[in-house]
């Protein structure tokens, strides 16, 4: 079945880029989007971002301009950067998987609906 | 930016009783909504998607109802490993929303 694993460094410093990969095994990258997601006991569940098998992105305007979301040419992972970071920052960030939806009406791509994600990787930032 | 405010944030509850758990929207969301649990330590797991329809392999003592800005999660009859926070989210829609979650506890 599909896994997904986050990986990168567990420690940021102010200011710096945060980086971190996604491994997708176990499945096809094609028509999913590849969502960032991260949790944090001040904020909640935060949507970050998400990249479509086609490489479009979408971000959570909340963010701005600090966030990219990348697709691997090989589909095997995609990534997360997060420019000047700060203690704000803070979290437990999770790749997801969004398959998308259909109701009684239509279907939904995305849908947002994450059905599988990875087991996170806790990210602190600090000098 | 459409909030979802749920209710109650903390429940005690005993193995077999039913459990309601509410997700209010500030703005009509259709049925545009998902639930979700989640373990200490562990990532969310999506247990209901467009506001009823059970994600496959989760037990059918979960169900969900409503539609517009009110929304119920419901336990039939609540077993050990229901135990968890429970958050609901917004679908469909941008920026997606959750809800802050509610704290399912043993009695």
């Known amino acids: 079945q599909v896994q997904l694993q986050e990986s990168g460094p567990r420690l940021v410093k102010p200011s710096e880029t945060l980086s971190l990969v996604c491994s997708v095994s176990g499945g096809s990258f094609s028509t999913y989007h590849w969502n960032w997601i991260r949790q944090s006991p001040g904020k909640g569940l935060e949507w970050i971002g998400h990249?479509?098998?086609?490489?479009?992105?979408k971000y959570n305007p909340s963010l701005g301009s600090r966030v990219t979301i990348s697709l691997d040419t090989s589909k095997t992972h995609f990534s997360l950067r997060l420019t000047s970071v700060t203690a704000a920052d803070t979290a437990i960030y999770y790749c997801?998987?969004?398959?998308?939806?259909?109701?009684?009406?239509?279907?939904?791509?995305?849908?947002?609906?994450?059905?599988?994600w990875g087991q996170g990787t806790m990210v602190t930032v600090s000098s | 930016d459409i909030q979802l405010t749920q209710s109650p944030s903390f429940l005690s509850a005993s193995i077999d009783d039913r459990v309601t758990i509410t997700c209010r929207a500030s703005q009509g969301i259709h049925t545009n909504l998902a639930w979700y649990q989640q373990k200490p330590g562990k990532a969310p797991k999506l247990l209901i998607y467009?506001?009823?329809t059970l994600q496959t392999g989760v037990p059918s003592r979960f169900s969900g109802g409503g539609s517009g800005t009110e929304f119920t999660l419901t336990i039939s009859s609540l077993q050990p490993e229901d135990f968890a926070t429970y958050f609901c989210?917004?679908?469909?829609?941008?920026?997606?929303?959750f809800g802050q979650g509610t704290r399912l506890d043993i009695k």
């Open positions: 997801a998987r969004d398959p998308g939806f259909c109701d009684t009406k239509t279907c939904y791509t995305p849908g947002y609906n994450f059905d599988i």
């Open positions: 990249v479509y098998y086609t490489g479009r992105t």
């Open positions: 467009a506001a009823s």
């Open positions: 989210q917004r679908l469909n829609g941008y920026p997606i929303a």
